[in-house]
């Protein structure tokens, strides 16, 4: 039987590596992004050439509530049901805590926490029994430390949700787990400043950032091995014991 996988954020960095991934096993992909067509559709021309599978991406910003609507449609329309889904996407707000506006401070909430909690909802019933949920905290979430109050506290909302979903989701059979990765080589770190990065290095006990074709490794465990269930599984190359 044919397996799908969905991947919010999943053109780029974290996302793509689990897409890769996922699809090298087998998985038909369904990957969101927000604002780079040109980019999403080299990644699926991209995938499409090195792996036998179906691969779709779709514009839904999940800054939206009207993508939650979006995306069922699109999965309804083409009679798609779901073996795994992973939110991935996620919104940061680098605003001092002077500067910080509310409503920066609810795009972040909504983005990170109730965007995914109310896209489950709706497409619940489209995961096939047996099915896993994956999202991606953070060590953030964890150590509070980051530069974003709003980031921070989102991502500590996604363990805490992942712990409380259990609950909710074992009546549909589904497990729900995240992966919270300290610093993982994408766009989103590439771009800070060589001192920066450095300062990070040097925190971290193997001293690099993590790759995300590892890390993809680690979702890809959460959602075929059976018996993990509301597990936050840190990622970090040993950053605490530094
Ligand atoms: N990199 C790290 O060190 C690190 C560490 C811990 C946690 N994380 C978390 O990992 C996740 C992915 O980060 P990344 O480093 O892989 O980022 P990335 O390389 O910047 O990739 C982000 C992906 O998400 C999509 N995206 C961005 N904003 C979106 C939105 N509003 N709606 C829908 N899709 C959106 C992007 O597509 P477009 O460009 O087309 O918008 C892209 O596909 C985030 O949740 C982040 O908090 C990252």
């Not at 995306?71 to 939110?87: P, S």
């Amino acid at each position: 039987m044919e397996k799908y996988a969905l991947i919010t954020g999943g053109t780029k960095g974290i996302g793509k590596a689990v897409a890769f991934c996922l699809g090298k096993a087998g998985y038909n992909l369904v990957l969101t992004y927000a604002s780079d067509p040109n980019t999403a559709e080299h990644t699926r021309e991209e995938f499409q050439q090195q792996l036998q599978i179906k691969v779709f991406v779709l514009q839904a910003d999940v800054t939206d509530k009207d993508s939650i609507e979006k995306i069922y449609t699109y999965l309804q329309e083409r009679d798609l049901l779901l073996n795994a889904v992973v939110f991935n996407a996620g919104l940061t707000c680098r605003d001092s805590f002077e500067d910080l506006s509310l409503e920066d401070w609810e795009r972040v909430f909504f983005a990170n926490v109730h965007f995914p909690v109310f896209f489950l909802q709706r497409i619940v019933r489209r995961i096939n029994k047996g099915g896993s949920v994956v999202f991606t905290g953070s060590l953030m979430g964890i150590q509070p430390h980051s530069v974003s109050l709003a980031y921070g506290v989102t991502k500590s909302a996604v363990h805490a949700l992942v712990k409380n979903l259990v609950k909710f989701l074992t009546p549909y059979e589904l497990r729900v787990n995240a992966v919270a990765p300290g610093f993982v080589d994408t766009e989103w770190q590439k771009t800070k400043p060589a001192e920066i990065r450095r300062n990070i290095e040097n925190k971290v006990s193997l001293g690099r950032f993590c790759d995300p074709e590892e890390l993809a490794e680690v979702y890809k465990m959460l959602i075929e091995n059976s018996y993990f269930n509301g597990e936050v599984v840190v990622v970090d190359g040993g950053y605490s014991y530094k």
